[in-house]
């Protein structure tokens, strides 16, 4: 079943979201599992909004994603990060 993650990254900036994708090796891809995927940056930090095809695909991804956010200096979202299941979705 598809899932809809909302995560934010407050004080996190655009700088520090390209340098994770960098690391992550993700460059202007996709990592697998992933169907769509936003970046939002603002005064108050990052938001990220992304389309899985599972929960495992995500929690692969949050596995190696998360210590390179670490890595950069973005601190870790204190329970704000929302998932939730997809009825229905176009591409």
């Known amino acids: 079943m ?3 993650v909302e995560i934010e990254f ?8 390209e340098e994770v994708r960098k690391l992550a090796g ?3 891809g996709k ?9 939002i940056a603002g005064d108050d930090g ?5 389309l899985w095809e599972t929960e495992a ?3 692969a991804f949050l ?3 998360l210590p390179l956010t670490q890595q950069v200096g973005i601190q ?12 229905n979705y176009v591409v």
Request: proline share 11%.
């Open 2 to 4: 598809a899932i809809l």
């Open 31 to 39: 990592p697998p599992g992933a169907i769509s995927h936003v970046a």
């Open 46 to 50: 990052l938001r990220i909004v992304d």
């Open 26 to 28: 993700v460059g202007d």
């Open 63 to 65: 596995e190696v994603v």
């Open 76 to 87: 870790q979202p204190a329970e704000q990060r929302r998932i939730s299941p997809v009825y």
């Open 10 to 17: 407050p004080g996190a900036t655009a700088l520090q979201y």
């Open 57 to 59: 695909d995500l929690k």
